[in-house]
């Protein structure tokens, strides 16, 4: 393996993606239980801000397990991208993003701790109700998991859930 490079399976094969770039997981896909292809990659400054408002703000009309409560203006939106794409570009986090046909499907993030908790990793995800119970979940945590362990090595990671989420 190059110094520089890291590789991680993603279903049966094995991609690449430098550490000291985080453009786009070029060609990771996850095959789905209903036979369906989930392309992900990371957040990028491409990525259309109006989408990324259309999956939040129906995860939030949906009233999902999310820290969220209320509907993102267009204008927070891309506030949030913005710092997400600086925490990416500082290796401070990652925000991961699947679509099917183009269109996103869920989102999963990691975020290094500060202080005393630097040593630490805190994961969240997000599925569209369509996509939920096959697989897309398990395996963008998955992905996440394994690209935080290399970009990062913390000593421990986290998934953020609220108690009475079931599923998570």
């Known amino acids: 393996m190059d110094r520089g490079r890291l590789q991680f399976p993603v279903s049966s094969s094995r991609q690449s993606v430098s550490s000291s770039e ?5 060609g990771n896909d996850i095959k789905l239980k209903n036979g369906k292809i989930a392309n992900v990659t990371f957040l990028n400054k491409n990525d259309n801000t109006k989408e990324l408002l259309t999956f939040i703000n129906s995860m939030i009309a949906e009233q999902v397990h999310i820290i969220y409560d ?5 204008e927070e939106e891309r506030k949030w991208k913005k710092k997400r794409l600086e925490l990416q570009k500082k290796k401070c986090g ?3 993003v699947a679509r099917i046909n183009g269109n996103i499907v869920g989102t999963t993030t990691a975020q290094k701790g500060k202080y005393k908790e630097r040593g630490n990793v805190v994961l969240g995800i997000a599925i569209s109700k369509e996509f939920r119970g096959i697989g897309l979940g398990k395996e963008l945590l998955s ?3 394994q690209i935080v362990k290399k970009l990062f090595k913390p000593k421990n990671i986290y998934l953020s859930v609220f108690a009475n989420n079931k599923p998570a």
């Open 22 to 26: 985080f453009s786009v997981l070029n």
């Open 70 to 74: 209320k509907k993102f203006t267009i």
């Open 94 to 96: 990652i925000e991961l």
């Open 143 to 145: 992905l996440n998991i």
